[in-house]
């Protein structure tokens, strides 16, 4: 796990994801056909098949969430936006860290009870007590990220932050490694920026690629604990076969192949319905002509928060789904149903 270790605690928030990046890239090279990154900074590794495949985009996106600055009062107190979903009440009274480095610790003009999620009424004490001793460390625009120290737990869970979706980036590492490239598919290992504030990366990441398939790997949110979402995902309950998402209309035929390869291979596996919020699958779906898309879930107990948990034994579940699932035959119908012309 030390690798996932390093991808959590690496700071990368929405638009500045090159720390994450580097150690990603120094992983996949010696397994990859082709690397590129794009303008918008996504990192897209090929592995080729045998050319009688299909092209198959695998994403998982590189960003988190955070904050940033857009004022300094005069006594020193940061004034902050979000960056992606930020829940108020998960920062308020914990650390941040800016990209250079400086820590912070998170209040709230009057109670948090107040705020009502609203990250503006939060503030940034960087222990300055001045404007000008404040700008010594951080300026106007600046972000900032969470602070979420990976731990193990009991059976098998983890906790850190960022699993959203580290987890994601280090399950599609590991499969590249067990891609031995004597497979019909050519696999595009998609590694995208910019998803918390509008899965913008693999928008174009997509439109580049032109891919056949498109499958999301992200989190999910876990249902078993009492959280302000309902539904079914548990964690420690195997991989999640993602069947409904507010952001794309998944692919019938795609899911029912998952949900048999899972049941084939005996991976252990649930069906995961997600009522709110989306992932890269939206994107990738609505590129070029269309795309047809699916996805494979990590279920993540207090997302988006410093300390959210998941378990290894779902993680394992993931990583044997998407070896098993790239590996498959696909076999679309002709595009052209009529044509009075022939």
């Not at 990209?99 to 990250?119: H, M």
């Not at 625009?141 to 906790?159: H, K, V």
């Not at 252990?268 to 009522?275: A, E, I, K, S, T």
Request: charged share 25%.
């Amino acid at each position: 796990m030390e690798l996932l270790k390093r991808l959590t605690q690496a700071w990368g928030v929405s638009g500045r994801e090159k720390e994450v990046r580097q150690i990603i890239l120094q992983e996949v090279l010696p397994y990859a056909d082709q690397i590129r990154q794009d303008a918008l900074g996504n990192l897209i590794v090929l592995k080729k098949g045998n050319g009688q495949g299909k092209r198959i985009m695998l994403s998982a996106h590189m960003d988190e969430i955070g904050l940033q600055v857009t004022k300094i009062e005069s006594d020193g107190r940061l004034r902050v936006c979000k960056v992606g979903w930020v829940w108020a009440a998960s920062l308020y009274n914990d650390k941040v860290v800016f990209q250079n480095g400086t820590i912070g610790v998170v209040g709230c003009c009057g109670p948090i009870e107040e705020a009502k999620n609203d990250v503006g009424k939060l503030y940034i004490d960087i222990g300055a007590a001045s404007r000008e001793e404040a700008e010594k460390y951080v300026k106007i625009g600046d972000y900032c990220g969470f602070i979420g120290p990976f731990y193990p737990l009991a059976e098998g869970r983890l906790c850190s932050k960022s699993f959203d979706d580290r987890a994601g980036c280090w399950l599609l590492i590991e499969a590249l490694k067990r891609n031995d490239g004597n497979r019909e598919n050519d696999v595009y290992y998609v590694f995208t920026v910019q998803e918390e504030v509008g899965c913008r990366g693999a928008q174009t990441a997509a439109q580049l690629i032109s891919p056949d398939i498109g499958i999301s790997i992200d989190v999910t949110p876990d249902h078993a604990y009492p959280s302000d979402l309902e539904g079914a995902n548990a964690v420690g309950a195997g991989v999640g076969v993602k069947l409904g998402d507010p952001s794309a209309m998944l692919d019938e035929e795609l899911v029912e192949k998952m949900l048999r390869c899972c049941e084939e291979n005996h991976i252990p596996y649930q069906r995961d319905v997600m009522d709110r919020g989306g992932t890269d699958s939206s994107s990738i779906n609505r590129s070029g002509s269309g795309v047809r898309v699916c996805g494979i879930s990590l279920v993540d107990r207090y997302p988006h928060s410093q300390s959210s948990v998941i378990s290894q034994s779902d993680l394992y579940a993931a990583l044997e789904l998407i070896d098993k699932y790239t590996a498959l035959h696909f076999d679309f119908p002709v595009p052209i149903l009529y044509d009075k012309t022939t």
